[in-house]
């Protein structure tokens, strides 16, 4: 019933910026929280950024590896959410995937079909 869409993925040399988006669609009304993780090539999937209480705080955290090169951004109004990366590194390479997630019968997550990034060295 929630529906993830990512966008803006794509070949970058290291250094560049790519920005990524994600819309959430469908029965969005409980959705709060919207984030993203990425996952690389045998490696597990790992938390990125997200932004939590996007109704009133819109607060944001970011995993270390990202503080300063990445940011994460909200627009409401269209229930859409960006990440803005910069200063991209070979090790950015993954597909990223839109999260959302909601607090109803314990915490349920949504997830998006991932965009890949790669970053060229």
């Known amino acids: 019933q929630v529906h993830l869409v990512e966008s803006g993925g794509g070949l970058v040399q290291a250094g560049g910026s790519l920005r990524l988006s994600c819309a959430a669609s469908?029965?969005?009304?409980?959705?709060?929280?919207m984030g993203w993780y990425r996952q690389a090539p045998g490696k597990q999937r790992e938390f990125v950024a997200a932004?939590?209480?996007?109704?009133?705080?819109?607060?944001?955290i970011y995993t270390d590896s990202v503080k300063g090169r990445f940011t994460i951004s909200t627009d409401n109004a269209k229930h859409t959410v960006h990440l803005q990366m910069n200063s991209l590194k070979p090790e950015d390479t993954a597909i990223y995937y839109c999260?959302?997630?909601?607090?109803?019968?314990?915490?349920?997550?949504?997830w998006g079909q991932g965009t890949q990034v790669t970053v060229s060295s």
């Open positions: 932004v939590t209480n996007m109704a009133s705080s819109g607060d944001t």
């Open positions: 999260n959302a997630w909601e607090y109803r019968l314990g915490r349920t997550d949504y």
């Open positions: 469908g029965s969005i009304f409980n959705i709060d929280n």
